[in-house]
């Protein structure tokens, strides 16, 4: 939840500064930002997430850390194509004709625009950092006990699966319904902020 969160705000606020700036005279900006996240997406994350789990101290912190790294362009980009699409709108010519500040316009006029993306994105970024922090902490590189985690539930219950196969079965069935009912969460909220008026009738 912490990683998701963290990601998103993360995001947002880039993606803002980036799609708000790209092509214009702080196009060195938008430039910028966008040779960082190709940079960063070039390199696979499985390999990134174990570089980053064995090399530093394992905790919880340090794990939310990595997760918030590894998670936040992609939200970024979604972000930055909306603020693309809306930066050129007619309330936005108006705001800056009148001197409206370039802050004021990104988190004032076009950020409550792009909110209902941001939160769907959230809703599975969360989804997906549950999936990531649970394979991590099955192979002993995220949260390690006695921390409490999925991850190193199942790790744990190897052992005794035979005796007593619940204590595998109820931490991958937990990870299964949270994670479906997030992505559930988000399609409804897509499917809420997109509502399209009823036509009127012929």
């Not at 963290?6 to 040779?35: E, H, K, N, P």
Request: glycine share 10%.
């Amino acid at each position: 939840m912490a990683a998701g969160v963290s990601s998103t705000l993360i995001g947002v606020t880039v993606g803002l500064l980036a799609g708000f700036y790209q092509g214009g005279r702080l196009a060195m900006v938008d430039d910028l930002i966008m040779w960082f996240v190709i940079t960063l997406n070039s390199i696979p994350s499985l390999m990134l997430l174990i570089l980053l789990g064995s090399v530093l101290t394992p905790s919880v912190e340090t794990l939310v850390g990595i997760l918030t790294l590894i998670s936040w362009s992609g939200i970024m980009r979604l972000v930055r194509g909306e603020t693309i699409a809306r930066r050129e709108q007619e309330y936005i010519v108006a705001a800056r004709s009148i001197g409206v500040r370039p802050l004021r316009i990104m988190f004032v006029h076009i950020l409550p625009n792009v909110f209902s993306v941001t939160i769907v994105a959230l809703m599975l970024g969360i989804g997906s950092l549950i999936l990531v922090e649970s394979a991590l902490s099955f192979v002993n590189l995220g949260v390690r006990p006695p921390t409490p985690s999925w991850g190193n539930m199942l790790t744990t219950a190897q052992s005794s699966f035979r005796q007593a196969a619940h204590l595998s079965v109820l931490p991958g069935l937990l990870i299964v319904v949270t994670v479906l009912c997030l992505y559930l969460i988000g399609d409804g909220l897509r499917d809420a902020f997109d509502r399209k008026p009823a036509s009127a009738a012929g």
